[in-house]
């Protein structure tokens, strides 16, 4: 071909009608972004410290104007911000850009090393240390964390009538579970609910436990892997089982 002076001249015809339409396109887009800027931008959504400072941030990257923003690129981009679950983009005639920013719920800490939300999925935060003291803890094995999540639901709902809160879950590597309880003068008591009928023998627990406290006084652990009733531990290491027994 370099010996043809005719396929030559073809192939230089074609490199710069290349480069003619490559120009123009670049022409065009600039022209369309000058022409047809967004006149307005709006974040919805961002309730977080965190996701306000870096939303701001994010808002300075964007390229491009009402025609030439890549919408799918920006949601990505919203979506690896702080605290952000979900990210809506949408365009809105004549030249506002909506962002819709849906943030995680934080239910609880996971593993002491990232939250989970109410959705019973994990995401990261900075300073973690800062939520280990406000939110219930929870350790269970990776992959458990919308079963997890479900349960801890279900005990909240329990331990609700007794004017108590969950303070801990420990999920072990063999599937037996244990709750940590916590209410204003009632103290702390760990339920030990073991592999199976986990909601029943919390409820259990919850239909006797004032009963029990005011038979035997304050009560630190309660194991309710029992067919009926419960063994109960008071203060000082103390002993007591068929505990409620139907």
Known sequence: MWNDPVAL???TRLILAATLLFALWTLARAGAENLAPFGRVSVIG????ETRVAA???LGQLRGGFFTLDLEVARVGFEQLPWVRRADIRRVWPGRLAIVLEEHHAAAAWNDRALLNTHGEVFAVT??????????RLYAPEGTERETARRYGEFVALAQPLGMRVEQIVVTARQSWRV???????GTVLVELGREHLS??????????????ATLGPITRADMRYPNGFAAQ???GKMAKDVGKA
């Open 9 to 11: 001249n073809r192939l």
């Open 46 to 49: 961002a309730g977080q410290a």
């Open 56 to 58: 701001k941030a994010a």
């Open 127 to 136: 300073a973690m240390d800062k939520y280990l003291g406000r939110l219930p």
């Open 180 to 186: 940590r309880l916590n209410g204003e003068g009632s």
């Open 200 to 213: 029943e023998r919390l409820a259990r627990f919850a239909r006797f436990y004032p009963q029990a406290v």
């Open 234 to 236: 008071m203060k000082g």
